[in-house]
Structure formats: structure tokens, C-alpha cells
């Protein structure tokens, strides 16, 4: 029978009595992995200079070592490690094995904007960075990593985008967010589109301190300067002046008004008693057939409930035109557009990452958090919607001329 393998047979005869205890020999693997970083540290320069050191092939370079500066870097199984970082004289060397600004380990850096990224606080990192990996960080080294964040939201904010969408949604919530000393409310603008093959994706979110038409215009602007063409149908909800600022900016985009909001903003005006009835009568107007059946059972409701609750009525005939545009599509796609359940879902999501934070201390804050939010959700749209197949077709023959695959 072989011998077990053991880690003495590993190493020379006699090797580990020189360790008087258990920290002697930790104190020896960190000399050793602080060795071996900065010699592969030194190789890196070796590579960016284009020569080893002493090298006569280095005269005249224009570029040459110039020493070297100390930085304390945080790892998972070796602890506070002082390493000396090698420089050249031209400030050109940028190592990649400990890359400039960070100081701890990328896997725990990973799951720092993990766990920030589902809705713990700075607090709450620190604290389960030490109980996982037993490493005493502080609450600014936690947001000063998340703050690298706002990098990759920026270019993912400015990211060009596709020249077509067969749908957008477009919704706001509201978060709160300290300003100049106060905590007021601020309106998130979020936009999705459903691009050629079925897939939705987050377009962008903007921050503003109330939600207006104005906005929204400038919102549109946006996604046309970053290369959006055309939206074919836009579902929205009834703020006022909504479906004007989509025209002006997209005039050929089809608005479908959300029949979700008109619904909860009719039963504002109906008392609680009266309400079941209201939405069974109601139900009657927005799940007809046809378009035509859909105004026979409107002038009914009418009827039944104008002397009652005359403004929850108007308000259906002032927005009719738009409120009933899916009418003319297949049923497939009026599932698709007549409500805006798709970035309401998302908002959901939204608030369940950032619910532990009751207000933020910035807009910097909320704008890492709400990124970071949309990138965990968004992980869950790996397929395109049900049905696309069917659903692209019809698309195809109601916007011929105008989509593109």
C-alpha cells in the first residue's frame, strides 16, 4: 500500500521545524506571496519598457524605472499585505496584477457590489465582509469601491443604442434623495424597449425632481441622439401632455395609453362601496373584441355612471384616441402593449433592492444603486418575450416598411 500523500513530502527534510508556531509560518507564506507579487510586479514593467533592468538595449528609451512606491492591498487569505509598486519616469506604467485605485482583492471587490448591489447598506457590507472573510474594512473603502461604479453606469448610460424599437414603456418612480440638507423627492425616468429579436432591455434611467412632459421630451431626445430612429408603439401613462412630447420627438410612434393607470385613476373618483361594480362595468369597455364593441360599451358605462362620477368618465372620453390604439392590433400583441405591467415589474424590482434604504444620501448614491439594481434584473431577460415568433410577424405586416431586422 503507497503512503498518503502528505504536505511534509512536499517540501525538504526538516523544512517545517524551523517554524517555532503556526504564526511563524504565516509570517513566512506572506513573505513569500509579497515576493512573488512584486517580482511578477517587476516583470510587468520589464514588458512596458521593452527591456529588463541593467539592460544596455534601455539607453536613450526616453523612458526608464524610477523606483518605487509603497501601497498596502487587502486579500482574502493573507491579510494587509505592504507591497512595493514599481514606477517609471514617465508615469506611463499601469500594473494590471494590482491595477491603480484598488487595494483590495477583486473577488471580494465582487462581492462588495454584490451584496451593495441588493440593497445592503455600507454598513451591513462591512459588516458581513468581516464575518465571511474575516477582514476589517471601513465604510468609506466600501463606497469608495461602489464609486467605481458610476463609470460603467455613465458609458452604459451614453451607450449607442439600436435604430429601431418595435415597443418602448416608459414609467417614473419616485425615490427620496437628500439635497442641499434637505430629503426631498425625486422622479426616476425609466424607459424600456423591446428590440428586433424579441429581447427587452433598460434604454436609461434620468433623475429629476418631478415628472413632466418637459422631461420626458428631453428623455426622447436622448435615446434619438444615441442613434434611436424610430419607436413604433410607446406605452405610457396619462400624465398630461405625455403623447405630445413623444410626437414631437418620434411623430410616427403609435402612443397606447396604460389601461392599468386610466383604471386606478378612474376608481380615485368612485367611492370604495361603489367600486366592484364600477370595474365589472368597466371591464366591459377595455376587454371588448373589437374597437367598435369597445365605444357601444363605453356610451353604456356612460350611462350607468356619468351622473355619479362624471369625471372618472370624462376621462376616458378625453383620452380615448389613445387609450384604445391596441384595439387594432392581434391579441398577441395587444398583451404586449396595452398596459405597462413590463416596467412596472421592473420598478418593483427596483424598490425591492433599494427598499432598505429609506432615502440616499445623493444622487450619486441612488443612481449606484438603481444601476446596479437594472443590471441584477436584467439578468433574468436571457430570452425573448412569449411568443415573439408569432409576435414579430405581426409586426412585420403592421409596420412593414418600417422595421428592421
Same mark, same amino acid.
Given at each position: 500500500?503507497? +503512503? =498518503?500523500?502528505?504536505?511534509?513530502?512536499?517540501?525538504?527534510?526538516?523544512?517545517?521545524?524551523?517554524?517555532?508556531?503556526?504564526?511563524?509560518?504565516?509570517?513566512?507564506?506572506?513573505?513569500?506571496?509579497?515576493?512573488?507579487?512584486?517580482?511578477? #510586479?517587476?516583470?510587468?514593467?520589464?514588458?512596458? #519598457?521593452?527591456?529588463?533592468?541593467?539592460?544596455?538595449?534601455?539607453?536613450?528609451?526616453?523612458?526608464?524605472? %524610477?523606483?518605487?512606491?509603497?501601497?498596502?492591498?487587502?486579500?482574502?487569505?493573507?491579510?494587509?499585505?505592504?507591497? %512595493?509598486?514599481?514606477?517609471?519616469?514617465?508615469?506611463?506604467?499601469? +500594473?494590471? &496584477?494590482?491595477?491603480?485605485?484598488?487595494?483590495?482583492?477583486?473577488?471580494?471587490?465582487?462581492?462588495?457590489?454584490?451584496?451593495?448591489?441588493?440593497?445592503?447598506?455600507?454598513?451591513?457590507?462591512?459588516?458581513?465582509?468581516?464575518?465571511?472573510?474575516?477582514?476589517? &474594512?471601513?465604510?468609506?473603502?466600501?463606497?469608495? &469601491?461602489?464609486?467605481?461604479?458610476?463609470?460603467?453606469?455613465?458609458?452604459?448610460?451614453?451607450?449607442? #443604442?439600436?435604430?429601431?424599437?418595435?415597443?418602448?414603456?416608459?414609467?417614473?418612480?419616485?425615490?427620496?434623495?437628500?439635497?442641499?440638507?434637505?430629503?426631498?423627492?425625486?422622479?426616476?425616468?425609466?424607459? &424600456?424597449?423591446?428590440?428586433?429579436?424579441?429581447?427587452?432591455?433598460?434604454?436609461?434611467?434620468?433623475?429629476? =425632481?418631478?415628472?413632466?412632459?418637459?422631461?420626458?421630451?428631453?428623455?426622447?431626445?436622448?435615446?434619438?441622439?444615441?442613434?434611436?430612429?424610430?419607436?413604433?408603439?410607446? /406605452?405610457?401613462?396619462?400624465?398630461?401632455?405625455?403623447?405630445?412630447?413623444?410626437?414631437?420627438?418620434?411623430?410616427?410612434?403609435?402612443?397606447?395609453? /396604460?389601461?392599468?393607470?386610466?383604471?386606478?385613476?378612474?376608481?380615485?373618483?368612485?367611492?370604495?362601496?361603489?367600486?366592484?361594480?364600477?370595474?365589472?362595468?368597466?371591464?366591459?369597455?377595455?376587454?371588448?373584441?373589437?374597437?367598435?364593441?369597445?365605444? $357601444?360599451?363605453?356610451?353604456?358605462?356612460?350611462?350607468?355612471?356619468?351622473? =355619479?362620477?362624471?369625471?372618472?368618465?370624462?376621462?376616458?372620453?378625453?383620452?380615448?384616441?389613445?387609450?384604445?390604439?391596441?384595439?387594432?392590433?392581434?391579441?398577441? #400583441?395587444?398583451?404586449?402593449?396595452?398596459?405597462?405591467?413590463?416596467?412596472? %415589474?421592473? %420598478?418593483?424590482?427596483?424598490?425591492?433592492?433599494?427598499?432598505?434604504?429609506?432615502?440616499?444620501?445623493?444622487?450619486?448614491?441612488?443612481?449606484?444603486?438603481?444601476?446596479?439594481?437594472?443590471?441584477?434584473?436584467?439578468?433574468?431577460?436571457?430570452?425573448?418575450?412569449?411568443?415573439?415568433?408569432?409576435?414579430?410577424?405581426?409586426?412585420?405586416?403592421?409596420? $412593414?416598411?418600417? /422595421?428592421?431586422?
Amino acid at each position: 500500500m503507497e +503512503p =498518503k500523500n502528505k504536505l511534509e513530502d512536499k517540501f525538504p527534510k526538516g523544512f517545517f521545524k524551523q517554524f517555532k508556531s503556526k504564526e511563524s509560518f504565516q509570517d513566512y507564506f506572506n513573505s513569500l506571496f509579497k515576493q512573488g507579487i512584486e517580482e511578477m #510586479l517587476q516583470g510587468e514593467l520589464d514588458e512596458h #519598457l521593452g527591456y529588463t533592468k541593467h539592460d544596455k538595449v534601455g539607453y536613450n528609451t526616453g523612458n526608464s524605472r %524610477n523606483g518605487t512606491f509603497q501601497k498596502t492591498i487587502i486579500t482574502e487569505n493573507v491579510g494587509d499585505v505592504l507591497l %512595493n509598486i514599481p514606477r517609471d519616469r514617465n508615469g506611463e506604467f499601469e +500594473p494590471q &496584477i494590482i491595477p491603480k485605485g484598488q487595494t483590495i482583492s477583486s473577488k471580494i471587490e465582487d462581492a462588495i457590489l454584490g451584496m451593495y448591489s441588493r440593497g445592503m447598506t455600507t454598513s451591513d457590507v462591512r459588516n458581513q465582509v468581516l464575518d465571511i472573510y474575516g477582514l476589517e &474594512i471601513s465604510e468609506t473603502t466600501v463606497s469608495n &469601491i461602489t464609486e467605481r461604479v458610476m463609470e460603467s453606469a455613465k458609458e452604459w448610460q451614453q451607450r449607442p #443604442l439600436e435604430s429601431v424599437y418595435y415597443a418602448v414603456w416608459m414609467d417614473g418612480i419616485v425615490l427620496k434623495i437628500r439635497e442641499d440638507g434637505k430629503v426631498i423627492n425625486k422622479c426616476v425616468y425609466i424607459v &424600456i424597449g423591446l428590440n428586433s429579436e424579441g429581447m427587452k432591455e433598460v434604454l436609461g434611467f434620468w433623475i429629476e =425632481k418631478t415628472e413632466s412632459a418637459s422631461f420626458w421630451m428631453s428623455v426622447l431626445t436622448d435615446l434619438k441622439a444615441r442613434g434611436v430612429e424610430d419607436i413604433l408603439i410607446a /406605452c405610457t401613462d396619462n400624465l398630461k401632455g405625455f403623447t405630445q412630447a413623444i410626437s414631437a420627438v418620434f411623430p410616427d410612434a403609435v402612443t397606447q395609453i /396604460c389601461i392599468v393607470h386610466q383604471i386606478r385613476n378612474s376608481c380615485r373618483f368612485v367611492v370604495w362601496g361603489d367600486r366592484k361594480e364600477f370595474c365589472r362595468d368597466l371591464k366591459k369597455v377595455y376587454t371588448a373584441i373589437n374597437a367598435k364593441i369597445a365605444v $357601444e360599451e363605453l356610451e353604456k358605462f356612460k350611462t350607468k355612471w356619468s351622473a =355619479k362620477y362624471k369625471y372618472a368618465i370624462t376621462s376616458w372620453e378625453e383620452n380615448w384616441d389613445n387609450l384604445s390604439n391596441y384595439f387594432e392590433y392581434p391579441l398577441e #400583441l395587444r398583451r404586449i402593449i396595452y398596459t405597462t405591467n413590463t416596467i412596472e %415589474n421592473l %420598478n418593483r424590482g427596483i424598490r425591492k433592492y433599494t427598499k432598505t434604504k429609506t432615502q440616499f444620501v445623493n444622487e450619486n448614491a441612488a443612481t449606484k444603486s438603481i444601476y446596479l439594481s437594472i443590471q441584477n434584473i436584467e439578468k433574468a431577460w436571457a430570452k425573448p418575450i412569449t411568443n415573439w415568433g408569432l409576435i414579430l410577424n405581426q409586426f412585420l405586416v403592421i409596420f $412593414e416598411k418600417r /422595421c428592421k431586422l
